[in-house]
DNA sequence: CGCCATGATGAAAACGTTTACATCCACTTG
DNA sequence: CAAGTGGATGTAAACGTTTTCATCATGGCG
């Protein structure tokens, strides 16, 4: 009984309020040419009706989807969820829908996202560490715009917004130097993470910089916490080299100390650690964690409205890359080096 | 010079192969009757072309979107990404894309989503405080099969999934109990909130159960780190009348222990402190936060699971009420009352 | 040799919109 | 009063696919 349930069409509309289809879609989209009493009369019908226009049909004929695609890699943590709020609050200003692509774990998964969006999409927000620019340029049509996050695009015609990683690793090492911290070990993020690289690179370039005589110290992690356990239990096991530990992210950061309490080393008094990212969590470990701020949902939201600027103004691209600074947070986790 | 960007359609592969366009979709979509010569052909001035299918027009004759949408309140914190990520999972297992629309502050605002939605997806699943029957059947097509998450539809016909909240709570005030805490306060959640009407439900109930000469002392709170915060002030500014607080999230307990500290208030010798969700961070506050677990991403992907069965067998939609158990994880914040 | 079955291919309709263009009508205006 | 003006409405094409149906060639079989 309850549901007609055959969609109701625009076709139904107009017959039923005894117009035709122009009328009833310039009624709905609030054109001017059309009298006060029809359009009232129509809007009534297509109310009773329940009447809501296809998505589809629409798109095919105005070239327009109102969506736009975030092509994303595994979407763990805070930081994804932080991300996708940003994007989700520049979109909603626009009207515009978010369409989520995630967890391609290789070149060919992301490609294959990238084609599936084709016509579903007006724009693109791609973050992956798979997207360099030949798989971008063969897998999505020209006439998408899009704009790249943290990816490597050495003057490409591709517009991109980075996190300044370099600066942010480069504070972070200048910081623990000024606090009397010689011994700085890296544990790395990994390495086909652009972030990670450049993180890596900011540490090396300050460590030459500031410590001339210092070699790198450089743990392999992969960004997790469990990672981060593993770094400092062999960090701990090369001997004592270290009197500092860098973490290239928050989650390895938290790893290193559960792991550096489990072995009975004190943070900071026998070992300074810091991290990267300035997750929630980091106000709240024990002790506190210094590290590097970055804001995450700015990102996300920067990049989207650099995205919808494409969109709007299609003639106005301007492909340069932009970065957004990250800032030192700094806590108790590595209070100065104690002499001896 | 670059691109002739004008979208390459089947028509032009169909052109340049010198067959029709029936043969191209034919071809491109597997069916059987078409020669290997010809296929292959067609494949290959495809991929010469960059052709990719445009997914409305597809959509359109095919009445499939291959796309969800999940309709979801704010996005804040691990709890969203870890929903999404699980429901992103299962998603990418059937061939699905995930569209997101959240944020949505009001009924209204709720409705307006559900409609925009219309032709866009083939399915939603929705987590919504304003979502009620009545809002869902006025601003969804019947047609499209829907997946409730934690919210109230009592016997309706939706299919729904819910954590189990009054059972999460229950057990926790029981756990407190058998600790010998006799004075336990709640710090509550906002009351538009099903989870939170449901975990303060349970509160309630274990405490008239277990403790049947104990009223119950109920704070509000908003499942903020903040509201938290305040919420112990109060606690304390009460006067201690408490031994223990219950706060109906664990953003909120981490707010807590924030201001307890301030506050000079040891948890757990003096005050014990409990939480519920089980986020990350609660192994990693000092002392670490017994809470209650809700595995968020299975929520996300058994909803999705159960969306994806009503899509493929639409005859066998049944609208039970599902509920996913939650369990309890003890930790330091709890430890047992001392006498005195 | 002629008929039919079969398998490959093409023509065209359909999906639900928007919009350019045509039509019609009621005015205004000379 | 005729002609023009302009506003409301309708007609039909277009968007890019998939799919039904028709067509056509081929080859097997009586």
Known sequence: MSARSATVTIKDVA????????????????????????????????RELRYMPHGAARSLITRRTQTVGAVLPDLY?????????????????????????????????????LRALQGRVDGLLVMSPHADVPLLSDNLPSAVPTVL??????????????VDNFAGA????????????????LVAGPADNFDARERRRGYEQALADLLP????????GDFTE???DRAARAIEAAGRQT?????????????CLFALNELGVRVPQDLALVGFDDIPMA??????????????AELGERAMARLITCLEQPEHVDTQAEVLACELVVRQSCAPAEPG
Chains 1, 2 share one sequence.
């Open 15 to 46: 017959r039923h309020a005894g117009v035709s289809v122009a009328s009833v879609s310039r009624a709905l989209n609030g054109h001017e040419s059309v009298t006060p009493e029809t359009r009232a009369r129509i809007l009534d019908i297509a």
């Open 77 to 113: 943590g805070e930081f994804f969820s932080e991300l996708i709020r940003g994007m989700d609050v520049a979109a909603r200003r626009s009207g515009l829908h978010l369409l989520v692509s995630s967890s391609h774990g290789s070149a060919d998964e992301t490609a294959l996202a």
């Open 149 to 162: 996050m943290n990816t490597q695009v050495a003057g490409s015609d591709y517009a991109s917004l980075n």
């Open 170 to 185: 480069y504070a972070m090492v200048q910081h623990l130097v000024a606090r009397g911290f010689r011994r700085i070990a």
């Open 213 to 220: 005589g210092a070699a790198p110290q450089v743990f392999d």
């Open 226 to 228: 469990a990672g981060g």
């Open 243 to 255: 009197d500092a530990i860098f973490a290239a992210n928050d989650a390895m950061a938290v790893g």
């Open 283 to 296: 106000r709240y470990t024990t002790p506190p964690l210094t590290t590097v701020r970055v804001r995450i």
